[in-house]
Structures are given as C-alpha cells and as structure tokens.
C-alpha cells in the first residue's frame, strides 16, 4: 500500500492503494467517483476519460503511482445539476447524450477541447473526439452538442 496525495475536482484527498492501481479504480471504488466509466478496459473506447494535468488520458491505463500530487478533473468537477458546464448543459439540450457508458467521457474529450478551442470547427471536434467510442445512434447529435456549446444562446 502507497498512501497519495492527488487534488481531484479541486479538494485535495489522499488515497491508499497499491501504486498500479489503475486510476479508474482509485476513481471509482476508493474515491466513489463512479461517473467516470469502464467499457473496454483496454484503451479503446475513452469511457474512462479524464483530464490529469490538463492532458486528457484513459483512466484504465494509468497507474495511480504515476499520478501521485497532480491535479484531475472527473465529470463530476465539471459542473452540478443546478449549475451545469456549459457541455453538459448542450448536450442535454442537442440529445448529446446517449448512453450513459459513453457520455462522461465523450464530455471530457469536448471540455479538453473547447478549453483550447471554445469554437471548434467539426473537422477539430471529430479529432478530438475520435478517442470517444460509441456503438449506438452515431455521432451527429455529440458533435452538435459540442459545437453549440459555447454559441450564442447554444443555437446555430
Ligand atoms: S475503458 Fe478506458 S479506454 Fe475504454
Ligand atoms: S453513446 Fe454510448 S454507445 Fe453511443
């Protein structure tokens, strides 16, 4: 066991784990995080995206070791049911949201995205998303919701 300290959606907590641990796990079972999802496991699909430092990473692919003091930011730091990001808030409003395995993650790509680029083209969007696996409806509504999100009043 390694006891480590991390800030996670802006309070600092400590974790004690074994430092391979992946930082999907520490997330959701040490930390009860549970927005942050699991679909393969393996790096593919990006349902387990966070944003570690500002670099957006697969969760299930990094050892909690290797993190130790920095800074991440879950789905659950972006904003509250009350108070939603302004992503969260278009893909509700655009049917960006489709499933709830993919979702948190696919709003992770789109925040590390538009926090560079707060008016993407689709061309940046599908790149920056291509990370983000889905396997139901498709991606036209995501990208609509992604793109809108920071237009005037969230419309075209
Ligand atoms: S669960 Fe991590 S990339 Fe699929
Ligand atoms: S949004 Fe999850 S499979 Fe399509």
Known sequence: MTRLMMTVNGELRAVEAPPMTRLLDVLRLYLGLTGTKEGCGEGECGACSVIVNGLLVNSCLIPVGQVAGATICTVEGLGTPEQMHPIQASFLKHGGAQCGICTP??????VHLLEREPHPSLVQIQE???????????????????????AAGGEE
């Open 105 to 110: 993650g696919m709003m992770m790509a789109a």
């Open 128 to 150: 920056a998303l291509a990370g983000n696996l889905c396997r139901c409806t498709g991606y036209q509504k995501i990208f609509d919701a992604v793109r809108l999100a920071y």
